[in-house]
């Protein structure tokens, strides 16, 4: 098991998103990229702290938020999509 490299969720092969040729592409989740494309493009680096945090805080009530944000705000960032030393070599299948 992977995980996705826009969102940080874990993922298994039939969550997968697509290429432009319709082919696998384990990098990212299938809620985060479909043909080729980022599902939600104009999504900020933040937007995506914020929203992963309240899922997390979410599955886990006792999750103090201050807690959440300090590890999405730590992993997130990481990920290739946030990553500038990232190369988008995956655009190109």
């Not at 826009?6 to 989740?29: A, H, M, Q």
């Not at 479909?34 to 937007?47: K, S």
């Not at 006792?62 to 999405?72: D, K, S």
Request: proline share 6%.
């Amino acid at each position: 098991m992977g995980f996705c490299n826009s969102c940080g969720r874990p993922i298994v092969k039939k969550e997968y998103g697509t290429n432009k040729d319709g082919s696998l592409n384990p990098e990212f989740c299938c809620d985060c990229y479909q043909n080729g494309e980022y599902t939600e493009p104009d999504i900020t680096l933040e937007e995506m702290i914020v929203r992963k945090t309240k899922e997390m805080m979410a599955k886990n009530d006792r999750l103090p938020e201050t807690h959440a944000t300090a590890i999405t705000a730590t992993f997130i960032p990481g990920l290739k999509r946030w990553n500038p030393e990232f190369q988008d070599d995956y655009k190109t299948l």
